[in-house]
């Protein structure tokens, strides 16, 4: 038996861009529907007026308070549905506290200790990331406090990367015994793949988040390209739910907004490279759904992009904001018919690297391992 504790929004595939209902899904799929039960942490109605009112009033004041209020309240629940249990394993994504956090297991991108960390030392990025936003009235470090005494007592932490991985070893001080690499899986019909003839005249560009996402630093370098070649290449920018203002008055460059992921398919079968230089990327999973759909990548040299690409093998890594430079690797690439066959040959190796069973999968391993029977 596996117990599986979230939060749902409404949509329960939408969570978290799908992921804790890919776990859940597929551990169902591999040990059986009613071996792996589905602990919803449900707030009362009374519960999330409180947590309104005072999130309200802590931000009239300037302070970040990075959810520490929204699990305190959930603390004392959390310990109760642990308490319940006996030697289950369970799997959590996000660290509620409790006495009883020997069975658990946290599955995550990003650490609380690495964003406090790169708030502390100013980071550029920081502002990206989640929990970041920089307040001298931040109670990040509070957060950050809570987070490291639930790596100390839970049974063990699932990570999505590797950079992540080794991040908590060395910098935060986790056991390396306790810390595993289990990976993310993709929500993308790979079905639908269809390598039609390309022009290899065709960029993609995805990400909600425009600027962490690198978006202004893609159409600097497409318009340095349309102006040594007008009109021979196009930009497909999707992601944001507005246009924004760098795209506007651009030739060759079509928004598309935020689409769906059954739309998305469309422009990963139209296009020829996949390009998202973000600042910061926990995982990036779209950089996998790229590479399914046969899209050689560029990524920035970073985080778990440089996991995704293989510099020279399926795209190219950038280690700096240079527009000449950026165009220049993107022209490459649209015409390197080499690196596109490298890429599609390995079709089938990323459908079964980046899926939800394969993370499932690990996560059983890692289980038994510890000397859990399921």
């Known amino acids: 038996m596996i117990d599986v504790y979230t939060k749902w929004e409404e949509d329960k595939r939408n969570t978290w861009s799908g992921t804790p209902w890919g776990i859940l899904s597929s551990l169902k799929n591999i040990c059986g529907k009613d071996n792996v039960q589905d602990k919803e942490i ?9 947590i309104k009112v005072i999130s309200h009033i802590i931000k009239i004041f300037g302070i970040n308070e990075c959810e520490v209020i929204e699990h305190r309240l959930d603390d004392r629940k959390m310990d109760r549905q642990l308490a319940k249990g006996d030697d289950t394993p369970s799997i959590m994504f996000s660290e509620y506290m409790s006495e009883n956090l020997s069975n658990s297991y946290l599955y995550i991108d990003c650490s609380v200790d690495f964003v406090y960390r790169c708030q502390k030392h100013e980071k ?4 990206y990331m989640p929990l970041g936003k920089t307040s001298k009235k931040s109670l990040i470090n509070v957060r950050k406090d809570r987070a490291e005494k639930f790596y100390n007592n839970c049974k063990g932490i699932l990570t999505m990367s ?24 993709c929500n993308i019909d790979y079905t639908k793949v269809d390598d039609v003839d390309k022009e290899s005249n065709k960029i993609l560009f995805v990400g909600k988040d425009f600027e962490r996402k690198g978006g202004q630093l893609v159409v600097r370098a497409y318009e340095i390209i349309n102006k040594k070649y007008p009109g021979k290449y196009k930009l497909y920018i999707a992601g944001p739910a507005e246009m924004p203002t760098e795209i506007k008055g651009v030739s ?13 398919v469309k422009y990963y079968n139209l296009c020829d490279i996949f390009v998202m230089p973000s600042y910061f990327e926990a995982y990036g999973i779209v950089f996998a759904e790229a590479l399914i759909y046969g899209l050689p990548c560029i990524g920035r040299n970073v985080f778990a992009m440089k996991e995704f690409i293989k510099d020279g093998k399926n795209g190219y890594l950038i280690n700096e904001d240079n527009d000449e430079y950026l165009a220049d690797k993107m022209l490459q690439l649209l015409n390197n018919d080499e690196i596109k066959e490298y890429v599609k040959s390995k079709r089938q190796q990323y459908i079964k690297e980046y899926s939800w069973n394969s993370v499932a999968e690990k996560i059983i391993k890692v289980m038994k391992n510890d000397g859990y029977k399921l």
């Open 42 to 50: 449900a707030e009362g109605k009374i519960v999330k007026l409180i």
């Open 124 to 127: 550029s990025f920081v502002k």
């Open 162 to 185: 590797r950079w992540l991985q080794g991040d908590l070893i060395k910098n935060t001080g986790v056991d390396k015994k306790k810390v595993h690499c289990v990976g993310g899986g």
């Open 252 to 264: 060759g460059i079509e928004f598309l907004g935020c689409i769906s992921t059954e739309e998305l």
